[in-house]
């Protein structure tokens, strides 16, 4: 499969904004920087951060096994979905394939960017229909994209079918592993010299504990990544943002502990809810949320509401009637939630 074909012509002949600081990104301190119209005094953070966040990527490139060359960072991987969309879709042309029900801004992203998503829902038991998928696309179908584990529905897709898309599908399959942390499966990041139109998209908003920095990692060939990166805002990733998560990769050992304790209290939380009587299914979970079947999940959630508990209702997503999704807080939080459950009629 050809990349290049893929990449919208405006994207391919791009002469990228080059920034003052690009030529000198091996930072010697010796130099006296009079080129980039910072004020000179020291506040700690006078000077424009690394446009390629070299330290931080090599950081990550370590802990995620693959080469620095292959990965971009952007401000959350909201950034870095929509520099998907404006590298390979071509407005009011192109569509890309999404699997309701899953993460609201793929279609936003599409809406913004004035991309058609043709759309084919999961199974019963939420996985991909894979045949249904591949009949669907069409020459214009640019982008598919799988949310494995998936939200809201929390469970992963089967590795055959990811790999039967991956093979198949004639565009670039991206796999958003926002919630991979808390998954007992293997990153797909281990696949990327194997499928040159894969893009695995993660982020260090969910385990990592620090949705608060905004920092999605997007991961692909180096050739994916820098045609991604021409495009992006040259300082996109702040200074505090990247000393923030240096510092937090630093200590990947508290990052284990809280994961190991928030993926026990998800099974305190579901063997709870399972003798609940409001509950009429519980969805297996390979993330940090639950998605529950319960009566009437408008009533549930208005009186969790009024208890001040705030949980999500997705009874209006396809497959998800009467589904309230509950993300996994502290020991305390989900005792206090259990207990309101319990006392519900
Ligand atoms: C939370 C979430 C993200 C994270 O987005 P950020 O912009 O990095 O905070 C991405 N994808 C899915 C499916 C999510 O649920």
Redesign the pocket.
Known sequence: MSIQNLIRSNILNLKPYASARDDFKDFDMEMTFLDANENPFETGLNRYPDPQQTALKLRLARIKNCNPNQILL????????DLIFRTFCEPEKDNVVILPP??G?YGVLANINNVQTLKVNLTADFQPQVSRILNTANENSKVLFL?S????TANSFEAESIEELLQKFKGIVVI????IDFSKHESWVSRLEEFPNLIV??????AFGL?GI????CMASSEIISVLNSIKPPYNINQLTQEVALKRLENLELVNNQIELINAERNRVISSLTSNKITQKIFPSDANFILVKVDDANKRYQQLVEKEIVVRNRTKEPLCENCLRLTIGTPDENTKLLTILKSLI
């Open positions: 952007g401000n959350g991987s909201d950034e870095v979905l899953t993460y801004m949310c584990p998936n939200n809201p958003d592993e926002a919630y998209t993660q982020t260090l908003s969910k949705a905004r920092l999605g990692i």
